[in-house]
């Protein structure tokens, strides 16, 4: 039996103009096409089957006439159902504001008072603003149930893709309106309607479930193209719970002419035109070129077709054309394209696709250069991003922006103050590249000078000494002879306090007041006393996210692990020799590799040799080494913990007030804004560097 075009188009308008209800789902089509340039929509969308299909727009006057399409000239009645009357379809003047990539839709009879039930099953191609507007397209998955109710009762509806209950339904003209439109959602996204409820698609069947028929042509179509049917009324197949029907069931009463409470209908009016082409997508293109203009265009793609004879190749003006590799198991495609000093690019590479008795299938992918963010951290100690960024064009250099925040120079940028991070941050290239990264938080230490009992902390963090209340001025340590500054957190509350060490004695300030307050409100432990030059080194040795004390004498390291103040010797706490070889020995500590432990090293001469591992034993290259401070007489060491994936930076200070501070760190001086240069402790007898959070 032919469609009725009017009684069909009426049930269809009378769907459409429901209010949508979008729900979630989980994805049951595979994959989505390329747009067409031409009118905005996808070429294609796959069922999860693998069947694909295009938009069904009428490229003659039989498919029009047939409405194979769901698209159909105006009926002159009565009633006139309006309808589309000029051939070619063209974009935008002559365009339907509704068409289909696929539609099935059943209709019952539900009593002889003409109570009718209808489901409308799509994927449908619209406008958000109604009628047709460029820009405004888009794509979404329906499921529609509209029910004349004979009786009241309770109503459970099946159809292919579920089954729904209605409670308490009173009797009457469309009692049950159910929508359920999903993939609705910003214009030119048109993923959301891989997630609907309808798929994979319904094929006609020659029985209920049966065996899917093939694809057909149309009377008077030359056009060779094939349909999942020519509209005549058909059983289905397909459906993931088997159910290739629509079932309306009431506790109501018998309402079915054969006595039963149940209507099954299992004829379908079914609307889908098969895509000739080969399946496939241009995910992206991309250029990497050196400083003389030479390099490469990679491309890549993805297919989810099984042919084995389809042949994928890349290419465009000035590039060779490159056969496409393609990776069985994922689908993904990739080709690689040389070029040479002097060729210019092309604003766009040329995928293509061709495969025995199909047509031919262009996709153009936009070529543009590859942009690498490095850092995009957050150092809450001095309210600066840093954003670092590289382009792949080394020829052109093109300008990077990160997008709400300002262009980069020479390939970096810094914002400050900024009060709160953001969760994420986008570069973006001139020659049409971009990148996203998370912000990651940290804390860059904050400086200080220990000068004869009094302690100069740069509180603020902006290396200049502006005094208190804006930075600190503890006394702490006056009187003891040969005190030396130690810091630390020692308690785990996230805060450096500090410390004196005086020939084995440790006075720690445990309340972080700045004063000495005796015991047991501040600690006192006896913990090197009797060996000869034994420099004091703090650390949390364990990651237990607190400070622990030890001492380095004569390349020896006795570190207190379990944090009780004092030595208990090996296993339970930590002795070991590393760095005893060296000339000028100086113990440094700090989280050289960033995972909460902290590690050893030795700072000899302006050479940092550090314990990167954590083996405790000197392997190099397996640890670092760092030429940092090289050729400066009287440098002193210092190293800040960061909280962070870049674990702690180094620096040297000098006895003028001068300190180097490694702020990317590389273990290199990269001059200013890159690492810091500050001025502070100047003019201070006796001054010993510290860092912490204060």
Known sequence: MKMNRKIFLAFLIAALLLVSLPLAANA????????????GFPVWYQDTDGLTLDLCLPKNQAQLDSGVCLIVPTDPGPPVVPGFDVLPVAFPGNFPDESFYWNATAVSDLSLAGDNAVLVLGLEAAFSTGNVVPGAQIVFSRLRIVVDAPLSGDYTVTTPYGTFEFPNVAAGKRAIVQPLDIGIGAPGDFTGALGGHTGPFLQASATEGGVALPPVTIPLDTSGDLFLSDGVLTTVTGSPGNTNYFRICTTGGNFDINGSNC???????????VFNGTPFVADKAHYIRNAAGAGVVNAYGSTNTSSATAVYEAGGTGLTTTTMSRTVATGDLFAQIPFTTGTILPAAVTLTATDTGKTPTAVLSNLTDLVTITSAAYDKSRLALIIKASSSDQFALPALTATGLGALVNGQLEVSPVVAPPASITVTSAKGGSATAVVTVFSSPKIGVYSDGLWYLDNNNNGAWDGPPTDLLYSFGEGLAGAVPV??????????????????????????????????TDLFYSFGVGLIGAVPVTGDWNGSGTTKIGVYAGGVWYLDTNGNGAWDG????????????????????????????????????????????????EAFPADRIYNFGLGLVGAIPVAGGISGASGTVIGVFLNDGTWYIDYNPNGVWDGTPTDLLYFYGGGLIGAIPVTGQW
Request: no cysteine.
């Open 487 to 520: 810091t630390g957190d020692w308690n785990g509350t996230s805060q450096t306090k500090i410390g004196i060490y005086a020939d084995g004695l440790w006075y720690l300030d445990n309340d972080g007041n700045g004063a000495w307050d005796g015991t047991p």
């Open 570 to 617: 090996a296993p339970i706490d930590t002795v070991f020799i590393f760095g005893g070889s060296l000339v000028n020995p100086i113990p440094v500590t700090g989280d050289w590799d960033g995972n909460g432990t902290t590690n050893i090293g030795i700072y000899s001469d302006g050479v940092w040799f550090l314990d990167t591992n954590g083996s405790t034993v």
């Open 28 to 39: 049951v089509l595979q994959a989505v096409g390329p747009i067409d340039a031409t009118n």
């Open 263 to 273: 209507v099954t209908q299992n004829l379908f009016v079914l609307i889908g035109r």
